[in-house]
């Protein structure tokens, strides 16, 4: 008996130390994450403030590395993408943001009424409030290297939303409703930053694009799983 609780004791000590082990490379894992996000934003904040104070084509790729303190391989390691990455360092997760706000929307929420929330929050967010904010636009349309990647960008982002739209409604990844749908949604943010209330006038954009895709697309392709997850509730 003594040896049945002895053996169960150390099972338990053995038990205890595995998940202590698992607790500390958890905690070291978030720590070299945390520690990897902050030189990331190091490099992305001393770029910006770089290139706004003397331009685009007068900083270079060393002077910036020497700025946050990280070495130039260590800033490519980052920024793979090239100098022009650098200003938009957000990219990535707007997207997924973007596309996230269609797929991964709560029952009962239509898309429209889905990508009118997701863009009502970009529109009046920190980055938009920034005091940068107005500085970085012209930056981007001054500098031809900056305004070609924000396009490549923009389409990109306008056909990861195409596809995401497709997949939601069952359409085939050309339907033209979606790509079309998914450009005017982000046009829409262009055009609110044009406005007095760029808030407001993406709410209104946004009820107008919602007239069209609820008379266009969701009477007739309903989500899978659910009689109508597209529309609205029915009384």
Known sequence: MADTTDRTAAGDQAAA?????????AGTAGRRERKKAATRRAIA????????????????????AEGADVSVSTLF???????????FDEDA????????????RPPGRTI???????????VDSAHTRDPRFADFERLVNDTPALR??????????????????????????????C???????????????????PAAAVDQVCLLLDQGWTATVAPDDPLPGGPAADQPPSG
């Open 93 to 104: 997760r707007n997207e997924a943001a973007l596309v996230g706000a269609v797929t991964d």
């Open 17 to 25: 130390g595995d998940r202590a082990a698992a607790g500390d490379r």
């Open 45 to 64: 904040d001393t770029a910006l403030r770089l290139f706004l104070e003397r331009g685009y084509e007068q900083v270079g790729v060393r002077e910036i």
């Open 148 to 177: 070609e990647h924000s396009r490549t960008m923009w389409l990109r982002h306008e056909h990861a939303l195409a596809r995401a739209l497709a997949d939601q409604t069952g359409r085939p990844h050309d339907d033209v409703i």
């Open 179 to 197: 790509a079309a749908y998914a450009r005017f949604t982000l046009e829409s943010l262009a055009f609110a930053r044009t406005c007095p209330d």
């Open 112 to 122: 429209p009424q889905a990508l009118r929330a997701h863009l009502a929050a970009f």
């Open 77 to 87: 390691n980052y920024f793979p993408e090239g100098k022009e990455a650098l200003v």
